[in-house]
C-alpha cells in the first residue's frame, strides 16, 4: 500500500517565464493560476477547462489534474508538487 505522504501536495515549485523558480503554497498557486485564468480568453483554454463555471473551479481542476497551463507562445507556466521538510 502506498504512503499518503507521497500524494500530499503542500508546496509546489512554480516556473513561469523569465521568473526564478518559486516556491507556492496550494492556497497561493490557487490564486495564481485564477489570475493567470482571467487573463486568458475562455476560447482560448483547453477544452477541458471551459466546462467549468468559475475561474475557482479551473484553477483547482489545474491543480489536481495537470502541471502546466500553455500561457501564449514562447512562454510558460508550470508547477510540480515538492516536499520542503522529511
Known amino acids: 500500500m502506498p504512503n499518503p505522504l507521497m500524494y500530499q501536495q503542500d508546496h509546489f515549485v512554480v516556473l513561469e517565464t523569465n521568473q526564478p523558480e518559486q516556491f507556492f503554497t496550494v492556497a497561493e498557486l490557487l490564486t495564481k493560476l485564477e489570475k493567470t485564468l482571467l487573463a486568458i480568453p475562455n476560447e482560448d483554454l483547453p477544452p477541458d477547462l471551459q466546462k467549468f463555471s468559475s475561474v475557482t473551479e ?29
Open 58 to 86: 479551473q484553477a483547482q481542476y489545474l491543480i489536481d489534474t495537470s502541471c502546466s497551463l500553455d500561457i501564449g507562445p514562447g512562454e510558460y507556466l508550470q508547477w510540480y508538487a515538492v516536499r520542503l521538510e522529511k
